[in-house]
Every structure is written in structure tokens, then in C-alpha cells.
């Protein structure tokens, strides 16, 4: 039996996810040892591989079949738009994709003015100002720190992802429009889900029976 290869985002989402696995009895202790610079942990009575990588690269994992799974967010999933199947929201990780800036800066948002727009994702703001919005903007692509952009005068606006909001607050800035809201999804290859359907099925039906009673225990 071939290994399955499950790449998850480093960082905060990457714990979340493992907690969710292990309540389907998918373990994998080595990978907590933060200590660790060991790149790739192998669960052998399962047959399961897990690696952690930057956000960003887990959909282009996935695309290439180098894993067979990722668990990222919506966020990178949308920039990024590789060839994958999105299988199951997770629930994990939720925020919300906005555009954000000064409370003066909405004003440039209603009238369809030539506008300046920093961000992490730019084919996300692209998309929402040329295609939803119908109006000229100036995207600036940034690599993190995106609040400061409004408050140097790099741009009149960010889009960014807002969590609880205080880094916004923090810095005199607000939420101007809402594009969409962001959790953290597992993808699939095309050629893995159909080539390990069995095994890749099985346990996309025990995680969505974890996810759902997660949500009705939420009500
Ligand atoms: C993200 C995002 C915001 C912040 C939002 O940044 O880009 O800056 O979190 O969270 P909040 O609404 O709870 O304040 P991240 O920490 O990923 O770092 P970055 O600045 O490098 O993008």
C-alpha cells in the first residue's frame, strides 16, 4: 500500500489540523516536538506521511501530486488557483478577507476613483475591484506588515485578512468592505482522489462527521 502524503500550513492552522485528525484517530506525536527541524513525519501503521510547508506552497504541492493532500486556508487557495479539488471546509482558522483603511478612505470606495490597493493577494483584490467592484485600482503587492501601506501613504486602501481586528484598531484603521469569509479547507490532487478514492474518501467522510458535529455543538 503507497503512502498517503498530507502537507499541512506551518504555523497556527498546522495544530488546529492535527487536533482534527487525531479525532479520527490519525496521530502523528513526532510532528509536535516544536524543537524539531525534522521536515516530514511518517505515521508507518497508517500508511500516512505529513510535512509541514509555508502556506503559500501547500496548493502547489497538491497540484503536482508531490502530496497527495493539503490543509490550508481559503485565503491561499483563492491566490494561488492551482488545479486541485477543495473537499471539506474545516472550520478551523475562520477570519474574513476585507478591504480595509482609514474611515476617510470609503468615500473613494463608493465613487469609483482611481485607488490604491496594498496587499498580500493580489489576484484576490484584483478580482474584487476589476470584476465585482468595476473599479480602477493600483494593486501593490506587499509580503506582510500590509497596515502600515495606508499609514506611510503607499496606498489609500489594504486587503488583507482580519481575524479579531485589533491589528486594524491598533493602527487607526477599519474595515471598509467585506469580500468574503476565510476558514482553513483540505484539498485534494485530481489524480490522488482517484487513483487512492478508497482511502482518500474514507477519510474525507470521518472528518466532515468531526467538522459537522464541531458546528452543531457551536449552536
Ligand atoms: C495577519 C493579517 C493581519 C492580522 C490580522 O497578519 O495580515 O495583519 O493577521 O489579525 P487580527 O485581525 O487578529 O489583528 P500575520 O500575523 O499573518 O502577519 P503579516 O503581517 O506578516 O501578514
Known amino acids: 500500500m503507497k503512502d498517503i502524503t498530507i502537507a499541512l500550513a506551518k504555523g497556527r492552522l498546522a495544530k488546529k489540523a492535527l ?14 516536538d516544536e524543537s524539531s527541524r525534522k521536515l516530514i513525519f511518517t505515521n508507518e501503521e497508517r500508511k500516512l506521511k505529513f510535512f509541514l510547508a509555508k502556506a503559500t506552497d ?40 476585507c478591504v480595509a483603511g482609514p474611515p476617510q478612505a470609503k468615500e473613494l470606495l ?10 498580500k493577494y493580489p489576484r484576490i483584490a484584483r478580482d474584487y475591484f476589476y470584476n465585482k467592484k468595476h473599479q480602477t485600482a493600483e494593486i501593490i503587492k506587499l509580503n506582510g506588515s500590509i497596515e502600515l501601506a495606508p499609514i506611510v501613504g503607499l496606498s489609500e486602501v489594504i486587503v488583507d485578512i482580519v481575524e479579531t481586528g485589533s491589528t486594524l484598531r491598533e493602527n487607526g484603521l477599519e474595515v471598509l468592505e467585506e469580500i468574503c469569509p476565510l476558514s482553513a479547507r483540505m484539498v485534494v490532487n485530481q489524480v490522488s482522489m482517484k487513483m487512492e478514492h478508497d482511502r482518500i474518501s474514507d477519510m474525507i467522510v470521518r472528518l466532515r462527521n468531526i467538522v459537522q458535529g464541531q458546528e452543531g455543538g457551536r449552536l
Open 19 to 32: 487536533g482534527i485528525f487525531e479525532q479520527i484517530g490519525i496521530t502523528c506525536d513526532e510532528m509536535k
Open 58 to 97: 501547500v496548493p502547489t504541492y497538491v497540484e503536482y501530486g508531490a502530496a497527495d493532500i493539503g490543509i490550508v486556508g481559503k485565503d491561499t487557495i483563492m491566490e494561488e488557483a492551482r488545479k486541485l479539488y477543495e473537499v471539506i471546509d474545516l472550520g478551523i482558522g475562520r477570519c474574513r478577507m
Open 110 to 119: 463608493q465613487h469609483g476613483a482611481l485607488i490604491r490597493v496594498a496587499t
